[in-house]
């Protein structure tokens, strides 16, 4: 059957699968919501710039 060692390596394994699973998920996440912050601030800057061409 499984010796007490094979146990704690399969956890182990286990354990370092599901933590690098969640931190994908968390830094896909955060870079989705950075990228989309960016885009909005860009979009806002140039918005902004070209109103005050348009008003002087």
Same mark, same amino acid.
């Given at each position: 059957m %499984?010796?007490?060692?094979q146990?704690? =390596? @399969?956890? +182990? %394994?286990?354990t370092?699968?599901?933590? =690098? @699973?969640? +931190?994908m998920i968390f830094l896909v996440g955060f870079v989705h919501y950075w990228l989309g912050g960016a885009i909005?601030?860009?979009?806002?800057e140039k918005k902004a710039k070209r109103d005050q061409e348009q008003a002087s």
């Amino acid at each position: 059957m %499984f010796d007490f060692q094979q146990y704690l =390596g @399969f956890i +182990l %394994f286990l354990t370092v699968l599901t933590i =690098g @699973f969640w +931190l994908m998920i968390f830094l896909v996440g955060f870079v989705h919501y950075w990228l989309g912050g960016a885009i909005i601030e860009l979009i806002k800057e140039k918005k902004a710039k070209r109103d005050q061409e348009q008003a002087s």
